[in-house]
């Protein structure tokens, strides 16, 4: 079983529109950060921005041009 000591949420809605879906970054040892939207392959990169840019360009592709792929904001 593989621990994660970091999990950040991500949001897929259109410009001004609901939410389409969510998904998350986790902190990933071997690729060091990997990101998973649902019905799309799952992404690597470096640092979380590397992640939501590479989760952006498929969310794009799928949903259209129009859609805004963001982390969701943590509240104290």
């Known amino acids: 079983m593989m621990k994660y000591s970091m999990e950040e949420e991500v949001v897929v ?12 970054i986790r902190e990933d040892g071997a690729a ?11 992404e690597a990169g ?3 921005e ?4 590479r989760l952006a360009r498929k969310a794009k592709a799928y949903y259209g041009d129009d859609v805004v792929v963001e982390l969701v904001p943590h509240h104290a």
Request: glycine share 14%; aromatic share 6%; net charge negative.
């Open 50 to 53: 590397d992640v939501l840019l």
């Open 13 to 24: 809605h259109p410009v001004d529109g609901m939410q389409l879906t969510e998904g998350y």
């Open 46 to 48: 470096d640092t979380i």
């Open 32 to 42: 060091h950060y990997r990101g998973c939207l649902p019905g799309l392959e799952p």
